[in-house]
């Protein structure tokens, strides 16, 4: 089992030496940044326990505004709202029957995927890749579009709930638990195939609607070989 879960484990991880986001190894005094997986802005101020990894100057400040669009997105969980129409972000739409809303200016998922490179840099000290299969369930739906959950998410949270009760699970936490990272591995079809569930500030509420429950987030993605010290699973498909 790989952990990125103590404040030990956390800073060992924000040494790393070449930046987590595009994989390119740091040059001898070459400036580079501080990069909170995710956004600090996400979390409540005595929360803040972060993950931090270094990233280079350009490919931090590429994602400065959407870290502050995601960051209104869950504060929504708490209660709170952009004060003024300066500091709003977001531009929510709302159904017409009044029972869903969504943002239409924010790509979770691009969002979201960077923070699954983030956690695959801290707990196997490695980029990801740029080019990789992958595939991603959120806990949001688009508004009436009869979303549906895929048949492979549920099988996943099963997979991930008992790989956590085997203590078969890679895990990344942080910020008073308020992030929550998990995954383990397995080979498919002559390829590894890391499975893994997110949870950040419970924000499966967020999606939670008339008709749609609440869903977790949960995904995989595909490698030619399993990172070193990965998790593997503990059963294998036939």
């Given at each position: 089992?790989?952990?990125?879960?103590?404040?030990?484990?956390?800073?060992?991880?924000?040494?790393?030496?070449?930046?987590?986001?595009?994989?390119?190894?740091?040059?001898?005094?070459?400036?580079?940044?501080?990069?909170?997986?995710?956004?600090?802005?996400?979390?409540?101020?005595?929360?803040?326990?972060?993950?931090?990894?270094?990233?280079?100057?350009?490919c931090n400040s590429y994602h400065h505004l959407t870290d502050e669009k995601?960051?209104?997105?869950?504060?929504?969980?708490?209660?709170?709202?952009?004060?003024?129409?300066?500091?709003?972000?977001?531009?929510?739409?709302?159904?017409?029957?009044?029972?869903?809303?969504?943002?239409?200016?924010?790509?979770?998922?691009?969002?979201?995927?960077?923070?699954?490179?983030?956690?695959?840099?801290?707990?196997?000290?490695?980029?990801?890749?740029?080019?990789?299969?992958?595939?991603?369930?959120?806990?949001?739906?688009?508004?009436?579009?009869?979303?549906?959950?895929?048949?492979q998410h549920l099988v996943f949270v099963e997979r991930i709930q008992r790989?956590?009760?085997?203590?078969?699970?890679?895990?990344?936490?942080?910020?008073?638990?308020?992030?929550?990272?998990?995954?383990?591995?397995?080979?498919?079809?002559?390829?590894?195939?890391?499975?893994?569930?997110?949870?950040?500030?419970?924000?499966?509420?967020?999606?939670?609607?008339?008709?749609?429950?609440?869903?977790?987030?949960?995904?995989?993605?595909?490698?030619?070989?399993?990172?070193?010290?990965?998790?593997?699973?503990?059963?294998?498909?036939?």
């Amino acid at each position: 089992m790989v952990d990125a879960a103590t404040q030990v484990e956390r800073r060992a991880a924000a040494r790393l030496p070449f930046c987590y986001y595009c994989g390119i190894a740091f040059k001898a005094g070459e400036r580079r940044t501080r990069d909170h997986i995710p956004p600090e802005s996400i979390f409540a101020r005595s929360d803040r326990e972060p993950l931090i990894l270094a990233a280079h100057d350009k490919c931090n400040s590429y994602h400065h505004l959407t870290d502050e669009k995601i960051g209104q997105l869950v504060a929504m969980r708490r209660g709170q709202y952009p004060r003024g129409h300066r500091s709003k972000k977001l531009n929510l739409v709302v159904s017409p029957d009044l029972s869903a809303g969504a943002v239409d200016n924010l790509d979770i998922y691009a969002a979201v995927w960077r923070f699954i490179r983030g956690f695959h840099a801290a707990l196997y000290r490695e980029p990801l890749p740029q080019l990789f299969k992958r595939s991603l369930e959120l806990p949001f739906i688009a508004v009436n579009t009869g979303d549906t959950l895929r048949p492979q998410h549920l099988v996943f949270v099963e997979r991930i709930q008992r790989s956590r009760q085997a203590g078969r699970i890679d895990r990344v936490h942080a910020n008073k638990g308020q992030l929550r990272y998990e995954c383990f591995w397995e080979q498919h079809q002559g390829e590894w195939m890391c499975i893994f569930g997110l949870d950040i500030c419970d924000w499966k509420d967020l999606g939670k609607t008339p008709g749609h429950p609440a869903r977790g987030c949960a995904g995989c993605y595909t490698l030619p070989a399993s990172p070193t010290g990965a998790t593997p699973t503990f059963w294998q498909r036939s």
